[in-house]
């Protein structure tokens, strides 16, 4: 059993939760992930590390709650258990080398990017952050990405915050201002990580995204992960989740996303039906 | 006076028609009575040619000998002298291929159904004698051991019972390995699998789940925790696909990916239990072992019209356990033989809607002695099917040899190891089952598990 021992809400749909698990704290590094499963009718649930204390034990993940899962994890409270926690897993990023970084998110994207754009931050890189979303009461972790970025913009699709667009339009206006990055670090949905990519190929930019196709054991030996990437399969859960952008057959995990599209609607519905069964009784 | 009867005892079955609907267990088990009889089959040869054939060397005409007499809790304790595991040996060995293989009755007629007999000694005493708690004289010294398929579950049975404080160490949320994710509900009951691990917890064994290891610690940080000696025993996870367009549709499957949704997750309760699992009507599985029959046989209990089993050699060559075949054919599982994947076919969209195949015919035997299949010419086909299940084996997973310096491995991800002993290249560290093997049997991955349980003790004792 692991405890939640904090819970805050980000935004309406997004929660945050420090999970004492020391052993994934003791090892865990940015860009790798951790698999919960809630409680024993629970799938396995991959979500990003988004921040670890060692000392402390703990390990901060950031979710959306899309589904029945997500919905599942966020009605629980501090103080109460999950019943699997299991990670580190999927290769750490790699920043080795890098001066100058632009770390684009998209929504909950953000999340992921987090404790990547604060890692290349710690290491003395400058940070350029570029965060989208849809309108302003969607914004989360503002003064965590500020504080590790030298800039950051926000962006929201109908203005209602920070500049009116799309992230891609700043980070050219960044680029064609005479900006030269390193990196770019693309994380969202999977349309973004593609237009993101497609603007950084002719320039030559080296730009990795983070992949998250839909995951089961997350150690390699489900093959449920599998992602197309210079033409070559890869197992997102032990290759990845960072690939370089300009490899992947992004219309192919688009595909693959809508696996259990409808599998998901009945278990959100059949839960919800077993919620008002509880009230009832 | 020997039953001279030509036939094993029939084992009582759910009907195929009933039992292709659910996935409670298939073969009911002897009872009693059936066993007495069948017990007298036994001739109980002098030279007990049986015996050999067993990995494990099973003292075969002795246990026999006390299910004869009605002396069950005594067979028990004779078969586990070299069998931790009965219960389930009996239920999934390739008995037709070793114990029974071997057997004298086998020259006229079946062969003394040793398997059968075997689990019901194991059923009958789990459901009959009381537990006893034993009283282990503890030696202080830590072993972990690494994953607790078969292998690991033996060789931590037999060091506690040595007096070492065993810890097994498990990527998933439950222990059990294949025993749990892979073979299913209906040929092996997670309950009776959930009892030798609980067992296993009496004595003292501890299981730390939810632990990858590779990644939360590696073998040389479980050294600095206290560990004197380790076993790998991580099975053969990875799983290999065929190469050819088409594999990453949707609806393409690894059968590790499809039983491990439906046996670990309970994907044949959704939604009570949150996993999904994708079916299909028309389902084609390639490959033609135990994994192929069991993929096979769960896409049918999970409403699929049309299950085919496409397999590129001949009957005969079929991998798979006689007994499962013979079962996948009962329950309407359709076997397109000598045929041979080269496409899968997806629609506009991205989804399976068939399998391009060729067919094949046998040529000169290859280097494994068998007639190597050659295409026929202008035989392409398609099968439409809209769900693809890829059972044409595993590998042994690279993650523990790509974290552990040190650690020897064949090109192919066997771990090497010192066959007598079980010894890997790395001092105080063991190996064995399919982490060592390949893909395998549950029986030689106890028999690993055990050698090298022998190995440790005798390494500790010298240390
Ligand atoms: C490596 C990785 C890291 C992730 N990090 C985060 C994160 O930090 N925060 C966050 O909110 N989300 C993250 N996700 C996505 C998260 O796992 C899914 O949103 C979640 O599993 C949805 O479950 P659900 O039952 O609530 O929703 P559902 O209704 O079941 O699914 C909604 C959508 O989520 C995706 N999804 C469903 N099941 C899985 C699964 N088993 N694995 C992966 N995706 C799935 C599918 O695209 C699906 O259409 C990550 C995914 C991966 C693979
Ligand atoms: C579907 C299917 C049907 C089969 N049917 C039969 C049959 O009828 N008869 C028969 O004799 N054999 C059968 N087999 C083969 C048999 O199950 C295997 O040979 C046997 O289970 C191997 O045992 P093992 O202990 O070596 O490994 P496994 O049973 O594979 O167990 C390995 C364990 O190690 C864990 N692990 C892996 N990596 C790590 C890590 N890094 N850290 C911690 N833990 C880890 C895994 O999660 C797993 O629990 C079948 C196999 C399958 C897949
Ligand atoms: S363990 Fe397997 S091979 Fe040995 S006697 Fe029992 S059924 Fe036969
Ligand atoms: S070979 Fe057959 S008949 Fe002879 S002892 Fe063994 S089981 Fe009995
Ligand atoms: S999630 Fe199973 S191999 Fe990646
Ligand atoms: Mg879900």
Same mark, same amino acid.
């Given at each position: 059993m692991y405890k939640i021992v904090k819970k805050e809400t980000l935004s309406p749909a997004v929660k945050l939760m420090k999970i004492n698990a020391p052993y994934v704290a003791r090892k865990a590094e940015p860009g790798q992930f951790i698999i919960l499963r809630v409680d024993e009718f629970g799938e396995r649930c991959p979500l990003t590390i988004a921040d670890y204390d060692r000392e402390e034990g703990t390990v901060t993940i950031i979710f959306q709650e899309v589904g029945q899962t997500t919905k599942s994890l966020g009605m629980l409270e501090e103080g109460q258990d999950i019943l699997d926690f299991v990670g580190p897993l999927g290769v750490a990023s790699h920043f080795?080398?890098?001066?100058?970084?632009?770390?684009?998110?998209?929504?909950?994207? =953000?999340?992921?990017?987090?404790?990547?754009?604060?890692?290349?931050?710690?290491?003395?890189?400058?940070?350029?952050?570029?965060?989208?979303?849809?309108?302003?009461?969607?914004?989360?972790?503002?003064?965590?990405?500020?504080?590790?970025?030298s800039k950051l913009i926000i962006t929201t699709d109908d203005g209602s915050n920070g500049t009116k667009g799309f992230v891609t339009d700043e980070l050219k206006k960044l680029i064609e201002e005479g900006n030269t990055y390193d990196l770019v670090i693309a994380i969202g949905p999977l349309i973004m990580m593609k237009a993101v990519s497609n603007l950084t190929r002719p320039y030559g930019i080296k730009t990795v995204v983070s992949m998250n196709p839909v995951m089961i054991d997350g150690t390699g030996m489900c093959g449920g992960c599998r992602v197309t990437v210079g033409g070559k399969t890869k197992f997102a859960c032990v290759d990845g989740p960072d690939f370089d952008g300009h490899e992947v057959d992004f219309d192919e995990a688009m595909r693959r996303q809508l696996m259990y599209k409808n599998h998901e609607r009945q278990s959100l519905e059949d839960h919800k039906c077993n919620l008002g069964g509880e009230t009832n009784a | 006076m020997p039953n001279m009867s030509p036939d094993k005892v029939k084992m009582p079955e759910q009907e195929p028609d009933v039992r292709n609907k659910n996935f409670l267990e298939v073969a009911l088990g002897y009872t009693p009575e059936m066993a007495q009889e069948e017990a007298k089959r036994c001739l109980q040869c002098k030279n007990k040619p049986c015996v050999a054939g067993c990995p494990v060397n099973v003292k075969i005409p002795e246990f026999i000998q006390h299910v004869a007499n009605g002396e069950f809790e005594k067979a028990y304790e004779k078969i586990t002298e070299t069998n931790s595991l009965p219960a389930i040996c009996g239920r999934v060995c390739p008995q037709e291929s070793q114990c029974e293989k071997l057997c004298v009755r086998g020259i006229k007629g079946e062969p003394v159904a040793i398997g059968r007999l075997e689990r019901f000694v194991a059923d009958w005493f789990m459901q009959n004698s009381k537990p006893q708690a034993k009283s282990i004289q503890k030696n202080g010294t830590k072993v972990a051991v690494i994953g607790s398929g078969p292998a690991g579950l033996t060789c931590a049975g037999d060091l506690v019972n040595l007096g070492y404080d065993v810890t097994i160490f498990e990527a998933f949320h439950t222990p059990g390995g294949v025993l749990m994710y892979g073979i299913p509900e209906f040929r092996l009951p997670k309950a009776l699998v959930q009892k030798e691990i609980d067992s296993l917890k009496q004595l003292g064994v501890e299981i730390k789940t939810n632990m990858v290891i590779g990644k939360v610690l590696s073998l040389d940080e479980l050294k600095d925790e206290g560990y004197k000696a380790m076993f790998i025993g991580t099975g053969a996870g990875l799983p290999n696909f065929m190469g050819i367009p088409g594999e990453n549709l949707n609806g393409v499957y690894s059968s590790n990916?499809?039983? =491990?949704?439906?046996?670990?997750?309970?994907?044949?309760?959704?939604?009570?239990y949150g996993t999904p699992v994708k079916v299909g009507k028309n389902v084609a599985v390639v490959g033609g072992g135990n994994v192929a029959m069991d993929a096979a046989r769960s896409a049918k209990r999970l409403g699929a019209e049309n299950v085919y089993i496409v397999y590129r050699r001949s009957e005969k060559e079929l991998p798979a356990r006689l007994e499962e075949i013979h079962h996948a054919k009962e329950e309407g599982i359709i076997f397109k033989l000598l045929t041979n994947p080269t496409k899968i076919i997806g629609t506009d969209e991205g989804w399976v809607k068939g399998i391009e195949c060729v067919e094949m015919e046998l040529g000169e035997p290859d280097s494994s002695g068998r007639r190597r299949p050659v295409v026929k010419k202008n035989s392409e086909h398609i099968i439409d099917v809209d769900t693809v299940i890829i059972a044409i084996g595993q590998s042994p997973n690279p993650l523990i040899k790509s974290t552990t310096k040190g650690l020897d491995t064949h090109d192919w991800g066997g771990i090497i190891v010192e066959e007598a002993t079980g010894a890997t290249s790395k001092e105080g560290v063991y190996a064995g089952g399919d982490a060592v093997t390949g893909a395998a049997t549950v029986i030689l991955a106890m028999g690993a598990g055990k050698t090298a349980a022998k190995a440790i003790d005798e390494y500790l004792r010298n240390d």
């Open positions: 080795e080398g890098i001066k100058k970084a632009a770390v684009i998110g998209g929504g909950l994207g =953000t999340a992921i990017a987090y404790p990547q754009a604060k890692k290349l931050h710690e290491m003395g890189a400058e940070v350029h952050s570029i965060v989208g979303f849809r309108n302003k009461d969607l914004i989360i972790l503002e003064s965590e990405m500020s504080k590790a970025s | 990916e499809f039983l =491990t949704r439906i046996n670990l997750m309970k994907a044949y309760l959704f939604p009570q």
